[in-house]
Nanobody
Framework: QVQLRESGPGLVKAWQTLSLTCIVS??????????WSWIRQPPGKGAEWMGA???????YYSPSLQSRTSISRNTADNHITLQLSSVTPGDTAVYFC????????????WGEGTLVTVSS
C-alpha cells in the first residue's frame, strides 16, 4: 500500500523559504499516470491545493501561489519537494502531500500532514 510521509521544519521565520519533503513508499513516483500534489489547510480554514508534479516531471501550480511555489522531485530517492518562498504568518498551515491517480483532482492517498508555523 502506498504511503506518503511529509517532513520539514515545524517553525519558519517570516520572509524565509519553507521547504518540505514528501517521501513516497511502495510506489515509484514516475508511475504513469500519477500526479503528486501539495495541499495545505490553515487553522480553521478549508484545504487549498498548491500544486502538483506529474509522473513525467511536469509541474502545475495554483495561480494564486505560482509566483512563490516550486515543486520538484528526486526519482532516485522517490520523494517530492515543496518550496514556498517569502512566507508570512498567513502561510501557517498543515501541509499535506497526496496522490492523484488520474489527474482528475481526486486524491486516493494522503500523508498525515505536517504543521508549519510561520513566525513574524
Amino acid at each position: 500500500q502506498v504511503q506518503l510521509r511529509e517532513s520539514g521544519p515545524g517553525l519558519v521565520k517570516a520572509w524565509q523559504t519553507l521547504s518540505l519533503t514528501c517521501i513516497v513508499s511502495d510506489e515509484p513516483i514516475i508511475t504513469k499516470y500519477y500526479y503528486w500534489s501539495w495541499i495545505r489547510q490553515p487553522p480553521g480554514k478549508g484545504a487549498e491545493w498548491m500544486g502538483a508534479i506529474a509522473y513525467d516531471g511536469s509541474t502545475y501550480y495554483s495561480p494564486s501561489l505560482q509566483s512563490r511555489t516550486s515543486i520538484s522531485r528526486n526519482t532516485a530517492d522517490n520523494h517530492i519537494t515543496l518550496q514556498l518562498s517569502s512566507v508570512t504568518p498567513g502561510d501557517t498551515a498543515v501541509y499535506f502531500c497526496a496522490r492523484d491517480s488520474s489527474g482528475s483532482g481526486a486524491f486516493d492517498y494522503w500523508g498525515e500532514g505536517t504543521l508549519v508555523t510561520v513566525s513574524s
